[in-house]
């Protein structure tokens, strides 16, 4: 199919790594909470780095759905998987903690250059000069070599999937991913090129390299990838996710959300096709870019509702 092809010719233009490796992992800490137990782990990334991550075990019997949460940017780099845990940071972000009390097994790792993976500070102290360039420089130094950042995070994104889906207590068949922001955009990239994910939810990240060039809203820095706007952009990403659920969600004076309506719109004929019109989900809200708490909870529920946990 023309969406598998798509698929492949993205995948090889990314140069991605093998995605059904799984890492094994080390138990660091271990805290009960209300309703699950948080494991502070690490395992081994792409390049043979640590990841630090949250895995949230819901107290319940049997076996569970999952989701792997990427957190977002918003130049806190020392904020990553304990925003998502809801340890520090914004609340609206703290996804993990929710979805774990809702019976979701949740893995929440730190991307390359936030919190734990930050090369001259770890835990949730900024630092914030230091941090931009590690974060400039990994970007650079990939790109120089003839490969992308993005690579790097989809990689050990698919790691992370991988470790969450095969885990005893996860029902791969019911293991998705979700992310806001910069967490969107790592949604909208991985689930395109593993057709392994079954659902995922991005939230404002959905906005193309047209219109983020003809506005001047920045790129994020995994986002930079050489030629790849010559070819493609964000509606065929979404195409390669077909058919399987996705939920945009954007909001009007979000810049970074800004042409989400005719993204979803150029995407859908591929759902259709596959008669799955109702699996590609968009809902557009009033406000900026900042999760609100009418967000948060539709989110939630969504995830909930797609999973159907016992």
Request: aromatic content about 8%.
């Given at each position: 199919m023309?969406?598998?092809?798509?698929?492949?010719?993205?995948?090889?233009?990314?140069?991605?790594?093998?995605?059904?490796?799984?890492?094994?992992?080390?138990?660091?800490e271990?805290?009960?909470?209300?309703g699950?137990?948080r494991?502070?782990?690490?395992?081994q990334?792409?390049?043979?780095?640590?990841?630090?991550?949250y895995?949230?075990?819901p107290?319940?019997?049997g076996?569970?759905?999952?989701?792997?949460?990427?957190?977002?940017?918003?130049?806190?780099?020392?904020?990553?998987?304990?925003?998502?845990?809801?340890?520090?940071?914004?609340?609206l972000?703290a996804?993990?903690a929710?979805?774990a009390?809702?019976?979701?097994?949740?893995?929440?790792?730190?991307?390359?250059?936030?919190?734990?993976?930050?090369?001259?500070?770890?835990?949730?102290?900024?630092?914030?000069?230091?941090?931009?360039?590690?974060h400039?420089?990994?970007?650079c130094?990939?790109?120089?070599?003839?490969?992308?950042?993005?690579?790097?995070?989809?990689?050990?994104?698919?790691?992370?999937f991988?470790?969450?889906?095969?885990?005893?207590?996860?029902?791969?068949?019911r293991?998705?991913?979700?992310?806001?922001?910069?967490?969107?955009?790592t949604?909208?990239f991985?689930m395109?090129?593993?057709e392994?994910?079954?659902?995922?939810?991005?939230?404002?990240?959905?906005?193309?390299?047209?219109?983020?060039?003809?506005?001047?809203t920045?790129?994020?820095?995994?986002?930079?990838?050489p030629?790849?706007?010559?070819?493609?952009?964000?509606?065929?990403?979404?195409?390669?996710?077909a058919?399987r659920?996705?939920?945009v969600?954007?909001?009007?004076?979000?810049?970074?959300?800004?042409?989400?309506?005719?993204?979803?719109?150029?995407?859908?004929?591929?759902?259709s096709?596959?008669?799955?019109?109702?699996n590609?989900?968009?809902r557009?809200?009033?406000?900026?870019?900042?999760?609100?708490?009418?967000?948060?909870?539709?989110?939630?529920?969504w995830?909930?509702?797609?999973?159907?946990?016992?």
């Amino acid at each position: 199919m023309v969406r598998d092809q798509l698929r492949r010719e993205i995948g090889r233009f990314l140069g991605l790594g093998r995605k059904n490796s799984t890492p094994d992992y080390q138990i660091i800490e271990k805290q009960r909470c209300e309703g699950y137990t948080r494991f502070l782990i690490s395992y081994q990334g792409s390049e043979n780095d640590p990841i630090p991550a949250y895995l949230l075990v819901p107290d319940r019997d049997g076996v569970l759905p999952g989701v792997l949460i990427h957190h977002q940017h918003n130049g806190e780099r020392h904020l990553g998987k304990s925003e998502v845990c809801g340890l520090a940071g914004d609340p609206l972000q703290a996804f993990g903690a929710e979805l774990a009390k809702r019976g979701l097994v949740v893995l929440a790792p730190d991307s390359i250059c936030f919190e734990d993976r930050r090369a001259n500070r770890q835990g949730i102290i900024a630092a914030e000069e230091s941090d931009f360039l590690q974060h400039y420089n990994e970007m650079c130094c990939r790109i120089l070599k003839g490969s992308s950042l993005m690579k790097k995070v989809i990689d050990d994104a698919n790691l992370g999937f991988n470790l969450l889906a095969k885990h005893p207590k996860a029902d791969q068949r019911r293991t998705g991913i979700l992310g806001h922001s910069y967490g969107g955009n790592t949604v909208i990239f991985q689930m395109a090129l593993n057709e392994e994910i079954a659902f995922g939810c991005s939230s404002g990240a959905a906005c193309s390299y047209k219109q983020k060039m003809q506005a001047g809203t920045g790129i994020e820095m995994a986002e930079v990838i050489p030629g790849f706007y010559q070819k493609y952009d964000l509606a065929d990403l979404i195409k390669c996710i077909a058919p399987r659920p996705l939920l945009v969600v954007s909001a009007a004076e979000d810049k970074y959300s800004a042409d989400a309506e005719q993204i979803v719109a150029q995407a859908r004929p591929t759902f259709s096709n596959l008669n799955a019109a109702a699996n590609l989900m968009h809902r557009r809200y009033g406000g900026g870019h900042a999760l609100t708490a009418e967000r948060f909870a539709n989110i939630v529920e969504w995830i909930v509702q797609i999973t159907d946990p016992v």
